[in-house]
Nanobody, 123 residues
């Protein structure tokens, strides 16, 4: 069992930055690949970024490449999402998630989810 708690969301103007954090419980955190997803009102939850268990591999959705950066600290059981040059279309609830089986970006592959943190970008 893994429990995830996101933090760091808030209201920011377009062009600004936010850093989201996800704190995970469980001694096996360092064995799992992790991901960030987001869900805007009336839309499906979509993949944002993923990082391998070692931190050596990352993947991003095209619309955030060059603006967002995912990282992890296995000693502290945390995964972070640094978001720069934010746009109004980045407004959503952001979720971190754990995939225990294999690498992937599809939502159904992820086994554990946090409660989410709201990010609102004003124009």
């Amino acid at each position: 069992q893994v429990q995830l708690v996101e933090s760091g969301g808030g209201l920011v103007q377009a062009g600004g930055s936010l850093r989201l954090s996800c704190a995970a419980s469980g001694r096996t955190f360092s064995r799992y690949n992790m991901g960030w997803f987001r869900q805007a009102p009336g839309k499906e939850r979509e993949f944002v970024a993923a990082i391998s268990w070692s931190g050596g591999s990352t993947e991003y959705r095209d619309s955030v490449k060059g603006r967002f950066s995912i990282s992890r600290d296995n000693a502290k059981n945390t995964v972070s999402l640094q978001m720069n040059s934010l746009k109004p279309e980045d407004t959503a609830v952001y979720y971190c998630a754990v995939i225990t089986s294999r690498w992937g970006t599809d939502k159904p592959l992820y086994d554990y989810w946090g409660q989410g943190t709201q990010v609102t970008v004003s124009s």
